[in-house]
């Protein structure tokens, strides 16, 4: 079938609209970030994720962000010992760009900070834009105009490097870090210090605890970083896990 003369096959392009708000949630504190990242976009998945944290006193609160490779970064950040609170697109400081361009603003995509006070800004970015000049001057005149006040140290986080896996695992590692289980973790710990073993099921089948509740313990403990594992596949009980000394 012909199709008609002038006819045009490229999609047309559709109006921007504005970035999604999300509804109040009953005992849930809502999102505070300087900048609201849940536009629409055909490249990158908005994420939102509600919280408990020491900093909001163990009350969840909501947070958004710009893509899975932030959220990841969160995820690292909660699970971390030392961790305290949690802040993401923080309000914008003035910078100015090398070459005598016009001073632009720039949003830090999260802050995290520890239980020593220690504070670091986060500036996440996937690796095809970190590779150009572009980005790159960007980021030096961004980080020589960071406000003092804004945080302790400022780091640059490849979004690259949290494969499909590698996000599934964190997400799973949150989830069961919030089941905390002291006693069923002090048992797989035990055995596997004292027993050989090479996938997890095997560390599970020598344990005298229902199989759900040793795989948990086990994840949790891969976690931690007692018991080591490829972060980059799918962590069931078919993996490859390691005692680490």
Known sequence: MSLPAGFDPTPPRTAKLP????????????????????TRSNTSHRVSMAFATPATGS???????GSEGESSVALIALLSPDFYGLEVQLPPFEYRPRGGEKPRKHFFDLRVTFRDGFRRA????????????????????????????LADEA??????????????NLRRAWYLHQQPDPDADSHV?????????????DLV?????????????????????????NWHAVINIHSRVWLNE
């Open 19 to 38: 970035a999604l708000v999300a509804d109040p949630i009953h005992g849930v504190l809502p999102f505070d970030g300087a900048l609201n990242p849940l």
């Open 59 to 65: 009350q969840r609160k909501v947070y958004h962000f």
């Open 122 to 149: 986060i500036y996440v970015k996937n690796g095809k834009q970190l590779r150009t000049r572009k980005i790159q001057d960007e980021i030096k005149a961004i980080f020589e105009w960071i406000p003092r006040e």
């Open 155 to 168: 780091i640059v986080v490849n979004s690259d490097d949290f494969t499909r896996a590698y996000r599934d």
């Open 189 to 201: 710990e035990a055995i596997a210090r004292n027993f050989s073993f090479w996938f997890l099921k």
């Open 205 to 229: 089948e020598k344990c005298d605890l229902p199989p759900a509740v040793a795989w948990r313990s086990a994840m949790r403990l891969i976690t931690r970083g007692v018991l080591g594992a």
